[in-house]
């Protein structure tokens, strides 16, 4: 008889077991990261401009069972290395703009940590300034990218994660961006955006903690 108690007991146990291993569901999220792209398959590109650093910020709505949608901003921003394209002596900067809608999916992998893998589509404004550019010049076009973030909380609605990416922009970059027929004692006629992107960020939610009144 006590064995069988002992069993009744357990059995008894086990919804209360499984309800405090229950992970947190998604919630509304507000995300600020800083990335640093590394431009792929573009070495012209890559000897001419020195990043800054890109920011983006984004806000998703979770709408089923982990999957979510939103709607964010990034903003790259680069500095021209003056003997990138010498003998020609090129000064000045580079402005990126990229609003776009994303698709998000949000796994929790323990009480504290979870993962959000996306895709991203918008559109990516250009603006280049420089010394040889026979005029400022706007590129615009379409973008999209794919990215993975790993987040782990500090509190109920606070967590820091990192970000790993690929981002692509539906345009060139050749000579004629900064007002020259050709690239000075190099072969190259230029190559489309592409960025391996790594970044460091937050994630704000809007769900009630338990120590709140609200």
């Given at each position: 008889m006590k064995g069988l108690r002992f069993i009744a007991a357990l059995v008894a146990l086990l919804p209360l077991a499984a309800a405090a291993q229950r992970l947190p569901a998604a919630q509304p999220t507000l995300q600020g990261f800083f990335n640093l792209p590394l431009a792929l398959g573009n070495p012209v590109f890559d000897n001419l401009t020195d990043?800054?650093?890109?920011?983006?910020l984004a806000f998703t709505l979770p709408v089923y069972k982990g999957l979510g949608v939103g709607v964010g901003v990034?903003?790259?921003?680069?500095?021209?290395?003056?003997?990138?394209?010498?003998?020609?002596?090129?000064?000045?900067?580079?402005?990126?703009?990229?609003?776009?809608?994303?698709l998000e999916w949000t796994r929790y992998t323990g009480q504290h940590t979870y993962l959000a893998v996306g895709a991203r589509a918008g559109g990516a404004y250009w603006d280049w300034q420089c010394g040889t550019c026979r005029e400022s010049l706007r590129q615009s076009g379409l973008h999209w990218g794919v990215e993975a973030r790993y987040f782990l909380h500090a509190s109920d609605n606070l967590a820091f994660g990192l970000l790993l990416g690929y981002q692509a922009d539906a345009l060139r970059f050749?000579?004629?961006?900064?007002?020259l027929d050709g690239?000075?004692?190099?072969?190259?006629?230029?190559?489309?955006?592409?960025?391996?992107?790594?970044g460091l960020g937050f994630s704000t939610g809007f769900r009630p903690s338990p120590e709140s009144h609200w």
């Open positions: 990043v800054l650093g890109q920011g983006d990034a903003g790259t921003w680069y500095e021209l290395n003056e003997d990138g394209l010498a003998p020609e002596l090129t000064i000045g900067s580079v402005q990126r703009y990229v609003p776009y809608g994303k050749g000579p004629d961006v900064v007002g690239f000075p004692g190099r072969t190259d006629t230029g190559a489309p955006y592409r960025f391996l992107s790594v």
